[in-house]
């Protein structure tokens, strides 16, 4: 039976109109009835170097640290960035080392220059490949997220050829995501098929046959499908990481991941 951890960028999507606190966070998360987190750079606000009080924290709400999630605005793009990127995840490590079996997830290439693409797959895939080894060093597994939002590296299946062509599966998981994929136009199942022993966690969010986000199991994704695949991957470490970027979790983001929570359990026994 998968375990089941909440994303927190459904609170980090409002932008200046979250007022709130990490703490805010777990406890939304907990009353939801998840059994893990999966917390941003951004959104872990004053618990950052701080592991032990925040594995007090989640402790005292029975949560566990399922991944922290790790962006630049380098895009992970610039070779000029390269060595403050990697000084920046090798901090990183340092605390997802003390929350052991949690994954660092380094957000999707995004393109933030002129130049070719490829030269940016290359810049890309060197940067996760070090983060990897990085990971290796520290005892922490590193993954991926792609992602399909504004200029994003990552959005179609050639992109993720592309990329994964570059890494090494030893150094460097994946995060599938299905409302990314999907808006990416992909064959959902066979590109998770294809890559499967990549897979460390899944992200299950939803959209419309038009690419708008929906709550879980409102729009085109088959989730017992998807989640029937990813179970049976061998390097899948049995979590699945519930996301919610739709209109419904803009109003109320706690109403909407307890929903899914909800929708989740009806779906996957």
């Not at 979250?18 to 009353?31: E, K, M, N, S, Y």
């Not at 060093?137 to 299946?157: E, I, K, Q, Y």
């Not at 992109?159 to 995501?177: E, G, H, N, Q």
Request: proline share 5%.
């Amino acid at each position: 039976m998968p375990q089941i951890g909440c994303q927190t960028y459904t609170w980090e999507m409002l932008g200046d109109d979250w007022f709130g606190t990490p703490d805010d966070l777990v406890a939304a998360i907990a009353a939801a009835g998840y059994a893990g987190i999966e917390i941003t750079d951004h959104m872990i606000g004053g618990y950052a170097g701080r592991p032990a009080e925040f594995g007090t924290l989640l402790a005292s709400h029975g949560l566990e640290l399922v991944a922290f999630a790790c962006a630049s605005d380098s895009g992970y793009t610039e070779p000029g960035r390269r060595a403050s990127d990697l000084a920046m995840i090798d901090r990183t490590l340092d605390f997802v080392a003390a929350f052991p079996g949690a994954t660092l997830s380094l957000g999707s290439a995004t393109v933030m220059s002129p130049g070719p693409r490829e030269v940016k797959f290359d810049a890309a895939a060197d940067l996760y490949n070090a983060a990897g080894e990085l990971g290796r060093r520290a005892g922490v597994p590193v993954a991926v997220h792609p992602s399909s939002h504004h200029g994003t590296l990552l959005f179609d299946r050639a992109d993720y050829d592309a990329l994964f062509s570059r890494l090494d599966p030893d150094l460097v998981r994946w995060v599938p995501d299905t409302g990314h994929i999907l808006r990416g136009g992909m064959d959902i199942l066979d590109t998770i098929r294809t890559y499967r022993d990549r897979i460390r966690y899944l992200h299950l969010k939803d959209v419309d046959a038009n690419g708008r986000w929906r709550m879980l199991d409102e729009g085109v994704c088959d989730v017992r499908a998807v989640v029937d695949v990813v179970a049976a991957s061998p390097n899948f470490n049995g979590w699945l990481v519930l996301e919610e970027e739709s209109e419904e979790a803009a109003a109320d983001p706690a109403a909407a991941v307890r929903a899914n929570r909800e929708t989740l359990r009806a779906l996957v026994a």
